[in-house]
């Protein structure tokens, strides 16, 4: 069946890449490669084209002499080549491929607007935005989102071993209550309807349906800010879990994720890690400390005096990442027990102390990568907190009632996916970790 | 240290639940069991209290002359349960917990408006989307999500297999010619925005940087349809694959998909599966065959009136499924070669015929759930088409840009994981397979 006998000598030709970039160099064997053509350089007699897929580079070489209708191949082209393979230790993956036949499948008609051929893409980060599809066929520019995927795989592999369910819930919704300056706002069928600026009440219902779930998806804010470190839509990675004891659970849940995702980085994601120059962190435990005694402790070790009492200052966080990093060796730290004036009115407040909440911060080298806690599972304790904070139920009656329902002690967290990227990675703006990006200024490309 | 234990302690209680679920039942052990109270069923001297948990529903029994203190226990409170482990048949899973200990996390402030602890939920799907997250409370009516949690996994597992890479792209952009009637419309910094209806661009303009690609994520449509079949916002399955030899190559990574991903489900979601009577369909190969001629094919055999030539009416995609189960036995079906008037302009028209297009769409039992094809993927020939519908180039600047600078051939498909859940499993009305529904009446909960 001709079908079948195509969809095989496809599988072989990957199979046969696949092998050589392991190091078994078939030497002589004919191998036919499809790619885009990074660079061409012409040395005269002979004429390097390397070729640009999926899996990294590739060298091709022909001689001048021996070849005559190659005279039509420019850079950007999307071509098939065939050839000979041939061992060479200079060429990426140790191999070559001697080149016979060339197929054009498209010529580019406009010169590039970048130089993605070049290591190093050294542009504005304005420029990578503006030309972003033409500046992600960088390879280090790409490796980025290599990485980026590696993280969404780890969390929700992690997550299904431990038994959450992924849930999707929808991005547009009625007004509510909470957060109403920050929403952005829009009509649906002669409707006034938002955006989402989290799945928080949506991942607590399921709470009481799946006891864990989990989502990775896009949330919106429309807050006015212009940072290295906040974008107005972001991949955001949440979870909640029942049936807690403590937030310490929460915690743990993060840890497991965090050592899981590591080592899949490490082991499928090798290759980026390198190009990116990246040293993953060694998690074994991540150190757990108040925020009152970690303010207190960072204000004495490093003679800073607190200005205030309830919130952490980003200078603040990186003393605190300084802190650890010093005392215990540890790029993380959980930060605890958050004043409960800083946190949304479904944080669980401390019984021992109401002025604090069972919540906490994730600091990665001093800059937060994650929010989580408990949150309180009881209908009357809801309503009490939103009466003190002199909050309406109105727009979050059908989140409310499933308290009333019933609900198990609960808490979870949520990751900005392209943060947690850039701080991995040691990025500086998070636009480099996003494919395209939106802030105030960019909603284009 | 305490926490490794504790660490522990909740594994080996995990290990020793799945043990039982195996089969292996440890008479007389001692177990705490976390869940929501699903039933009381008073007998007189003895009660029957059954536990929900995600993994499903457990019998625990105590005798009310041996107990003072049970008599606090509802239905719908969440609790731990401690006893020992008895063998019993007719007791889900083989086995019964004889209650020695409760402790009572919440119990419900309002009686519940649903019969969740009925097998089959009977209420209408009004009240059913209405009290979503208690409906879901059911198991058969979660059940359904499990589901469709596999095939999302199948769905990027696959593909991770087969070298693409996951991406995320923005939901919030500018103004576009495509679509423009169908998009939800929304301010954002002072400046028009839309919502998303597909990633088509940008998957498009990422297989110029990572060669193949794949989104689940949210698309928005503003479409003003009432049926059984459409949301208006749903999850999208998005892939897109460059360097293809022909559109066959997207027919068969579809193939392969299912296939996978039915193997999956038969193996990680047999419980579901069971619970709904999901029969999954064998898939050797898929028939392919052409719209035209299946087409004719269906009204010479049924006698029917081709009525237009250029699109298929819902019954008429019923009877190719007809058609195609009686003739080949396949519940599948790719119709391909639909007509280039009926398909979007970035759809390769067929140079054998240009007024059919290198397109399909994939039928299961007689309904569409995939719609794909290989796209135009030089710049000319995109320019060109554009001017033939008479398309203005104003806000698609950087999808046509990318075409100048290269592109390989390539082509994809979209699937609505909503809708593939509802066939599969045999649901009416697609609501059914969204845990919270939008459409023209509904936006909350």
Chains 1, 2 share one sequence.
């Not at 435990?285 to 309830?310: H, T």
């Not at 966080?317 to 540890?330: D, F």
């Amino acid at each position: 069946m001709e079908f079948v006998t195509k969809r095989e000598e496809k599988k072989s030709t990957d199979a046969l890449l696949e092998e050589l970039m392991q190091g078994t160099i078939r030497e002589d064997e004919r191998i036919s490669l499809k790619g885009a053509i990074h660079t061409i350089r012409d040395m005269g007699d002979i004429v390097f084209v390397v070729l640009r897929r999926r899996e990294g580079l590739f060298q091709c070489i022909y001689e001048k002499s021996k070849v005559t209708d190659f005279a039509k191949l420019k850079e950007a082209q999307t071509v098939k080549i065939t050839g000979t393979i041939r061992s060479e230790q200079r060429a990426p993956h140790g191999f070559e491929i001697l080149v016979e036949e060339v197929e054009i499948y498209s010529t580019p008609t406009k010169s590039m607007p970048l130089q993605i051929s070049k290591w190093k893409l050294n542009t504005s980060l304005e420029a990578k935005l503006d030309y972003r599809a033409v500046a992600l066929r960088n390879v280090r520019e790409r490796a980025v989102f290599k990485i980026q995927e590696g993280i969404t795989r780890g969390f929700r592999d992690y997550l299904y071993q431990e038994g959450f369910t992924e849930i999707h819930t929808p991005k547009l919704g009625a007004k509510s209550a909470e957060g109403g300056a920050n929403l952005f706002k829009l009509e649906y069928f002669h409707r006034p309807a938002i955006l989402q600026q989290s799945p928080q009440f949506y991942k607590q219902m399921m709470v009481g349906v799946f006891d864990r779930v989990f989502e990775t998806a896009p949330v919106f804010r429309a807050e006015k800010h212009n940072t290295k470190r906040h974008l107005n839509e972001y991949t955001s990675l949440d979870l909640e879990m029942g049936y807690i004891d403590s937030m310490d659970d929460i915690m743990d849940v993060e840890t497991g994720f965090l050592k899981y995702t590591f080592e899949l980085l490490k082991r499928d994601y090798a290759k980026e890690l390198k190009m990116l120059a990246v040293e993953l962190p060694e998690i074994t435990e991540i150190p757990r400390v108040r925020f009152d005694e970690i303010k207190r402790k960072v204000s004495e070790k490093y003679d800073r005096k607190i200005k205030n009492p309830y919130d952490l200052e980003p200078e603040e966080e990186a003393l605190i990442g300084k802190y650890i990093k010093e005392e215990t060796g540890s790029d993380f730290v959980f930060v605890t027990h958050y004043p409960s004036k800083k946190r949304p009115f479904y944080a669980m407040d401390d019984p021992a102390d109401p002025t604090y909440t069972l919540s906490f911060d994730l600091l990665y080298k001093g800059l937060e990568i994650t929010t989580g806690g408990q949150r309180i599972h009881k209908y009357d304790e809801l309503i009490k907190k939103m009466e003190t904070r002199n909050m309406e139920e109105e727009g979050m009656e059908d989140y409310l009632s499933v308290f009333a329902y019933g609900m198990p002690p609960h808490g979870g967290l949520g990751i900005g996916l392209e943060r947690l990227t850039m701080e991995l990675i040691g990025l500086e703006n998070i636009r480099q970790a996003t494919l395209f990006p939106r802030d105030q200024s960019r909603l284009v490309p």
